[in-house]
């Protein structure tokens, strides 16, 4: 792995104030990517790091192995960034139960490796973690709910936390739901191709969740940085509504005939992990900071820049 040293720390051009230095694990991701653009519009000095896929050419973005921890360490002392924000993750539920080592190599080792190698450096540690930390059997969780995760990935991730909560002096973990955006993989682009050719698609009924564009997340985060936030919230959107009544409504927004899409029961799906039932998250502890986008607001705000593409 390569590794330059960075210029000096930019200049906001409106205050004069130095801009932090944000490096961003996983920057290529669903959310980083819409984070690092986020925050290099409002004029911070941000850096990424990247897995597979580099989208864009820069200076400031890099080929890092979380489960490398020699590469860890050299990028951080090099970049030597004020905050770390930890997006990257082994995310698919059923291959985590199907491929615990590397998930608990990617979720756990990868997220210790970063706290090791901050203890020199002092960053802010921001680590993304997720509604699946709870075991759906109520709904509407705070952030001080027990957690007791019901799948491998919700595990890996609640071990995160907890490493992040025992070692770091300063930190936020951003718990969030059902992520997606105009790019890469999500439920909401699967829906859509799925109704663009035609296809009936089984949508579950019965599990809750509070479905996040990217874009309300990463101006969320933006706002509890801002504001040099701590602790522990829930940084998702501002409803709580099932997997089917959200597909009804992308489809009645996007135009599509929403009799294509079957109700069907969890229990009906064919899942290798067990999911949570209800693991809506309750947003008020964020919401001084930044009002969450309502289901219908986000959506046609994902039809916007879907539109702009075009």
């Not at 230095?21 to 986020?38: A, D, E, F, M, Q």
């Amino acid at each position: 792995m390569d590794v330059k040293i960075m210029k000096v720390k930019e200049r906001n051009p409106d205050t004069g104030e130095r801009t932090p230095k944000i490096l961003i694990i996983g920057g290529s991701g669903l959310l980083g990517s819409k984070l690092s653009v986020c925050l290099e519009q409002h004029n911070y000095d941000v850096y990424s790091t990247y897995h597979q896929a580099l989208l864009g050419t820069s200076e400031k973005k890099y080929r890092l192995d979380i489960t490398k921890k020699e590469d860890v360490e050299r990028l951080l002392q090099n970049v030597h960034p004020e905050i770390i924000i930890h997006t990257a993750a082994y995310t698919n539920v059923d291959a985590c139960e199907e491929n615990k080592a590397v998930a608990y190599a990617v979720n756990v080792g990868g997220t210790l490796n970063l706290i090791h190698s901050n203890k020199n450096i002092g960053a802010k540690f921001v680590y993304i973690s997720t509604d699946y930390v709870f075991d759906g059997n109520k709904g509407y969780y705070k952030e001080d709910d027990e957690r007791n995760p019901i799948n491998y990935y919700g595990r890996t991730k609640l071990e995160g936390e907890l490493l992040v909560e025992q070692q770091c002096d300063d930190f936020i973990i951003a718990r969030t739901s059902v992520l997606y955006g105009s790019r890469k993989n999500n439920f909401i682009l699967w829906l859509l191709e799925q109704l663009e050719q035609g296809k009936q698609v089984n949508i579950v009924d019965d599990q809750y969740v509070s479905p996040t564009l990217n874009l309300d997340l990463a101006e969320q985060l933006m706002k509890l940085l801002e504001q040099n936030a701590t602790g522990v919230f829930h940084t998702a959107g501002g409803e709580r509504i099932s997997r089917y009544d959200l597909a009804v409504i992308v489809a009645d927004m996007f135009g599509y005939d929403k009799h294509r899409i079957n109700p069907v029961s969890m229990r009906d799906m064919k899942w290798l992990a067990p999911r949570p039932k209800d693991s809506s998250l309750d947003v008020s502890k964020l919401t001084p900071f930044k009002k969450p986008y309502k289901v219908k607001e986000a959506i046609n705000l994902l039809k916007e820049e879907l539109g702009s593409r075009t």
